[in-house]
């Protein structure tokens, strides 16, 4: 698929996040630490958008079961430790699955995603 513009580099701030649509896709555009991030915007584990999380120790926390991804491989370093005792049984439904991660670039101050790439 290659390169999908998705919107305008002034139009996602420091700190600001906003989904996009693209190729069919929902992917969160996140602006942390003046580093653009594309990461899907649906939890791998059920489905739920992620647009909420927080971001700690440079990890999207999913909002819902508390799964934290790394941005910038993906990488789980948590699966469902929320809420306690119950997030566990719930992380057996499915297991640990990376956050697809897309490259980005800024390029004539637009935001291009390389979606069907992702890490
Ligand atoms: S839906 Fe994200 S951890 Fe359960």
Do not use: Y
Request: aromatic share 6%; charged share 20%; glycine share 10%.
């Amino acid at each position: 698929m290659g390169w999908t513009k998705a919107i305008a580099a002034a139009d996602l701030p420091a700190d600001a996040r906003q989904v996009v649509s693209l190729d069919g896709q929902k992917v969160l555009l996140l602006n942390h630490e003046g580093t653009i991030h594309a990461v899907a915007n649906s939890c791998p584990h059920m489905k739920l958008p992620m647009k909420k999380g927080k971001i700690v120790d440079g990890a999207l926390v999913c909002p819902f079961h508390r799964s934290a991804f790394d941005l910038c491989s993906g990488t789980p370093q948590s699966w469902t430790p929320f809420p306690p005792g119950v997030g566990k049984v719930m992380g057996m439904i499915k297991s640990e699955t990376p956050l697809p991660v897309f490259a980005t670039k800024v390029e004539d101050g637009e935001i291009w995603v390389e979606v069907g790439a992702a890490a």
